[in-house]
């Protein structure tokens, strides 16, 4: 009687089409005026169990990110679909489409113990697509009728459309949005994170929400070694994070593995090949040494001490009555 239309692929069947015929096998994938490609799929499952990170449970509406940041740690995730780190990352997109009603199943079955949950550890949910398939939003309605907690990170302005829902949520279980600014300097901002928005708009998105009673503050990551790494970027960024009302700041300096490291040295060779010697030996491992790391903490624990983003400082505010903040100490790069 209904006309369902053809049945969508699952996101194994795209990676078998990919493999047997590279990224021009997605016919079905729909290009829009961004140049991205979208291939809607279905999944089995919304919610996606993880081990050795600090939360037990992820959330991804999508695969694949349009903002494009070269450091993405996400990148090395797009090989599972058979698809590249590079271009293909950020201009094949999988939407999940049942992904709202597959997650309210899941939340609704008894067994279901109400963990927090990282939402968006894989891409980024209010990057412009959501604007249309609106996920991230249905999925957050759903946490809040399922009294589910959850920890976000965006670096799309677009969360303040969801301000009510996100509001809901707070009340019912606790939200907690982390923007990730990792830099207020122009330059390294355009050359990094190519399709994101001018990060002053983030740090104003930043300020709508804590003005909306929602607990949202600022993730610092990643630091790059060279681009956003000097004293006054840092400071600069601090500054402007404090200024824009930030509950919270927390920070971690890049690391580089499989996918990510290939995508990234490649962009280094192309576009700053002076400094490929000094990120060689700088991540001859996934990591920079402990010592660098130490020195870019230490230096951005002065600053959050100088702006008012310290821990002590905000027990104080709490203590004076003010809402409780929550220092960061993000873990999952
Ligand atoms: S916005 Fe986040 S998920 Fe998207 S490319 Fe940048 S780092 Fe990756």
């Known amino acids: 009687m209904f006309d369902l239309g053809p049945r969508k692929p699952t996101t194994r069947e795209i990676a078998d089409r990919v493999k047997q015929g590279g990224s021009a096998a997605l016919t079905e994938a729909e290009r829009r005026a961004d140049q ?44 599972q679909f058979e698809l590249n780190t590079d271009d293909e990352f950020a201009s094949v997109i999988l939407v999940k489409r049942n992904f709202v009603d597959v997650l309210a199943r899941q939340l609704d079955r008894p067994a279901w113990t109400r963990e927090n949950i990282a939402f968006g550890t894989a891409t980024d949910p209010y990057q412009p697509i959501e604007g249309h398939y609106k996920l991230t939003r249905g999925s957050i309605e759903a946490l809040a009728r399922a009294r589910t907690p959850i920890g976000l990170i965006t670096k799309g302005p677009m969360v303040v459309r969801d301000a009510d829902v996100l509001q809901d949520l707070s009340r019912a279980a606790g939200c907690t949005i982390y923007m990730s600014v990792p830099t207020v300097d122009e330059e390294a901002w355009r050359i990094l994170e190519p399709g994101t928005a001018h990060p002053l708009q983030r740090l104003r998105a930043v300020r709508q929400l804590v003005d909306a009673g929602i607990n949202a503050g600022v993730l610092m990551a990643p630091i790059v070694p060279g681009f956003s790494s000097s004293r006054q970027k840092l400071e600069r960024t601090v500054k402007a994070i404090a200024d824009h009302g930030a509950r919270f700041a927390g920070c971690n300096v890049m690391y580089l593995q499989d996918g990510t490291r290939t995508h990234f040295m490649k962009f280094m060779e192309r576009e700053f090949p002076a400094m490929v010697p000094r990120y060689e030996k700088l991540y001859a491992k996934k990591y920079p040494p402990d010592a660098y790391r130490k020195e870019v903490q230490a230096m951005v624990k002065t600053l959050q001490d100088r702006y008012g983003l310290n821990p002590r400082e905000h027990k104080e505010k709490t203590e004076a009555g003010l809402q409780e903040p929550e220092q960061v100490g993000f873990a999952w790069k």
């Open 36 to 79: 991205a490609r979208y291939q809607e799929v279905i999944c089995r499952s919304a919610l996606n169990r993880v081990q050795g990170m600090p939360f037990n449970w992820t959330l991804n509406p999508y695969r694949g990110c349009t903002h494009g940041c070269h450091y993405c740690f996400a990148r090395r995730y797009h090989v």
